[in-house]
């Protein structure tokens, strides 16, 4: 894990005695417990909180792995009641799904660093060029061409693919630098990389949210998702076996039930929000569900 610069504002401290900057970071209070935090997040959450400690008693802010969403939202869960703690999500651009979390001294982040800056936010981007048309490659083909020139997958972030002319691949500094060297093909096709600015990155358009009804013989999740991406059931259902279709970022069977509070996520086309699920006097499903961009 590479420590992010530190925070220009801090530099006045640094002549403090190191008695004192022991003392106050031994001050920042532990967490009694990790309940509630689901299992398959525990190892990402008590990873953040060490990291957010090591930050702490430096006096630097510093950079978790990347986080999938639920594993992100629970480990600033576990920051909240923790005086003096903080931490802002940052994947390379606003509403990214897989992010960093930067974690540090609460007037260290409320400095307002410059995130956008890979030396402080801890972000990078790669434009990976190439011509798709006649083998169009996927997010997923992306990711595995990626892991396959020998990076984790925790170093690696979104991936935004563009049609048929390639993708941006979201990283950390010293991953987006070996995928610039080291990737030349994604699928059959010869790709082009290069390390660009993440204000250079063409992002999709936003979309505004809009609200899905529909009902259903069952809560399965191809029978929500197909309903509220608007796509053939069975192209869901294929979607979910590839894993590009999840329910709350994990790979489930096509037969999963979806309840209320649930997010499906569909690759390149965004996720839904499922606001309402309830049973109809003729035993059919009213499904309410958000859907966002």
Same mark, same amino acid.
């Given at each position: 894990?590479?420590?992010?610069?530190?925070?220009?504002?801090? +530099?006045?401290?640094?002549?403090?005695?190191?008695? &004192?900057?022991?003392?106050?970071?031994?001050?920042?209070?532990?967490?009694?417990? =990790?309940?509630?935090?689901?299992?398959?997040?525990?190892?990402?959450?008590?990873?953040?909180?060490?990291? #957010?400690?090591?930050?702490?008693?430096?006096?630097?802010?510093?950079?978790?792995?990347?986080?999938?969403?639920? +594993?992100?939202?629970? &480990?600033?869960? #576990?920051?909240?009641? =923790?005086?003096?703690?903080?931490?802002?999500?940052?994947?390379?651009?606003?509403?990214?799904?897989?992010?960093?979390?930067?974690?540090?001294?609460?007037?260290?982040?409320?400095?307002?660093?410059?995130?956008?800056?890979?030396?402080?936010?801890?972000?990078?981007?790669?434009?990976?060029?190439?011509?798709?048309?006649?083998?169009?490659?996927?997010?997923?083909?992306?990711?595995?061409?990626? =892991?396959?020139?020998?990076?984790?997958?925790?170093?690696?972030?979104?991936? %935004?693919?563009?049609?048929?002319?390639? #993708?941006?691949?979201?990283?950390?500094?010293?991953? &987006?630098?070996?995928?610039?060297?080291? %990737?030349?093909?994604?699928?059959?096709?010869?790709?082009?990389?290069?390390?660009?600015?993440?204000?250079?990155?063409?992002?999709?358009? /936003? !979309?505004?949210?809009?609200?899905?009804?529909?009902?259903?013989?069952?809560?399965?999740?191809?029978?929500?998702?197909? +309903?509220?991406?608007?796509?053939?059931?069975?192209?869901?259902?294929?979607?979910?076996?590839?894993?590009?279709?999840? =329910?709350?970022?994990?790979?489930? !069977?096509?037969?999963?039930?979806?309840?209320?509070?649930?997010?499906?996520? /569909?690759?390149? !086309?965004?996720? +839904?929000?499922?606001?309402?699920?309830?049973?109809?006097? !003729?035993?059919?499903?009213?499904?309410?569900?958000?859907?966002?961009?």
């Amino acid at each position: 894990m590479l420590p992010l610069r530190r925070v220009a504002s801090l +530099a006045s401290r640094r002549s403090t005695a190191a008695p &004192a900057r022991r003392a106050a970071a031994s001050a920042v209070p532990r967490p009694p417990s =990790l309940a509630g935090v689901p299992a398959d997040a525990r190892d990402d959450v008590i990873r953040a909180l060490e990291i #957010a400690d090591r930050a702490a008693a430096t006096w630097t802010l510093q950079a978790t792995p990347f986080l999938k969403p639920p +594993a992100a939202a629970a &480990a600033l869960a #576990a920051l909240a009641p =923790l005086a003096g703690l903080a931490g802002v999500p940052w994947g390379g651009y606003a509403g990214a799904e897989r992010c960093r979390l930067i974690v540090g001294r609460e007037e260290d982040l409320a400095s307002s660093p410059d995130l956008a800056d890979p030396a402080v936010g801890g972000v990078a981007a790669v434009a990976v060029a190439g011509t798709f048309a006649f083998d169009a490659a996927t997010h997923r083909d992306f990711l595995g061409a990626v =892991l396959n020139t020998g990076l984790d997958r925790r170093v690696v972030g979104d991936i %935004l693919v563009a049609a048929d002319a390639g #993708a941006t691949i979201f990283s950390t500094p010293d991953a &987006a630098a070996h995928i610039a060297a080291s %990737l030349d093909r994604v699928r059959t096709v010869r790709v082009r990389c290069a390390v660009v600015a993440l204000e250079s990155v063409a992002l999709p358009a /936003v !979309k505004p949210a809009t609200t899905v009804r529909t009902v259903e013989a069952s809560t399965r999740l191809d029978a929500v998702a197909a +309903a509220a991406f608007r796509m053939p059931r069975a192209k869901v259902a294929d979607g979910v076996r590839r894993g590009d279709v999840r =329910l709350n970022w994990r790979e489930a !069977k096509p037969s999963a039930a979806v309840a209320a509070g649930d997010v499906i996520s /569909v690759a390149g !086309k965004g996720r +839904a929000e499922v606001v309402a699920v309830e049973e109809t006097k !003729k035993g059919r499903w009213a499904i309410e569900a958000v859907r966002l961009a």
